[in-house]
């Protein structure tokens, strides 16, 4: 067996240092401490300029930085250049690559979409995208700071996009929920739509109340349907027709629960609203009125 050797605790923190110490040869020939300077100067311009670290995972950022290695007396571009010429060509670049989804245009056609946020600063603005099979192109961003962005002015901005795309090219234009959106053509979607859809979702959205709301209810539920009746915020439209889409993928088992012996074995708490359930998804099923 053989022996081992022991330091004690001064000797071996001395000897760890010792081999710490980088050898001055090693140093100057693989230029340790001008790669420490370097590294520095672009961690304070992260830090200076408050990019988020992000910007490091960018493949342009190490693609510029190899490039510059071979080219010798490069200098990165200034303050003008950047915001002139090269932005400019970048410009000229994004066009040549995009010109490949537009000259599909003809045969697929494109939907417009515009949608209206606020930025950092609180600018209201308006982005407006093209869609199509082959991909989505950021059209512009318009900066509607200072102007009502009522129905007349929704309708002039989109019929620049339009004109800029293509009337002929044009298949459909989607836009957000804002209230305004509404009113662009003169009357009101809502009340456009509501003869077809707004007696059905209040029905859906009494019957979905109705078994949430009753324990006993809710346990046949689940015993009849696999998936959940889904909790959903309110919006102008999107929720009518989420919860319209889950009743009809549940639809096989809400029937089938409403007419099975086991309802009325529970004592009713709310005798019309159960009844009333019981008619709405009978009616549904057998595709006829019911004499009250």
């Avoid at 059209?139 to 007349?152: F, R, S, V």
């Amino acid at each position: 067996m053989s022996e081992r050797t022991y330091f004690p605790l001064e000797e071996r923190n001395d000897v760890s240092k010792k081999r710490r110490v980088v050898s001055p040869h090693l140093t100057k020939a693989f230029k340790i401490e001008e790669r420490q300077q370097c590294d520095a100067e672009v961690a304070r311009l992260f830090y200076s300029s408050g990019l988020p670290f992000n910007v490091a995972r960018n493949p342009y950022y190490r693609g510029s930085y190899l490039r510059a290695s071979h080219i010798p007396g490069y200098t990165p571009p200034g303050y003008n250049a950047l915001r002139t010429t090269l932005l400019d060509d970048e410009r000229r670049h994004i066009e040549r690559v995009l010109q490949p989804v537009k000259k599909t245009w003809k045969e697929t056609g494109v939907s417009l979409c515009s949608d209206g946020w606020t930025d950092d600063q609180r600018r209201p603005l308006i982005n407006m995208m093209d869609a199509s099979t082959n991909g989505a192109i950021m059209l512009k961003a318009i900066n509607c700071e200072g102007q009502y962005k009522d129905k007349h002015e929704i309708s002039r901005l989109l019929l620049e996009s339009i004109n800029e795309i293509g009337a002929e090219h044009m298949v459909q234009v989607v836009t957000d929920n804002a209230p305004v959106q509404s009113h662009m053509t003169g009357v009101s979607v809502e009340k456009e739509l509501g003869w077809l859809i707004e007696s059905v979702v209040n029905d859906v959205w009494f019957v979905k109340n109705f078994i949430m709301n009753h324990g006993m209810r809710l346990s046949m539920y689940n015993d009849h349907c696999a998936l959940k009746l889904l909790t959903i915020a309110e919006t102008r439209f999107a929720s009518h027709f989420v919860m319209l889409k889950r009743f009809k993928e549940v639809k096989s088992g809400l029937q089938p629960m409403v007419i099975s012996l086991r309802l009325d074995m529970y004592k009713e708490d709310d005798v019309n609203k159960a009844k009333a359930v019981k008619k709405m998804l009978i009616e549904e099923r057998y595709g006829t009125k019911l004499i009250s």
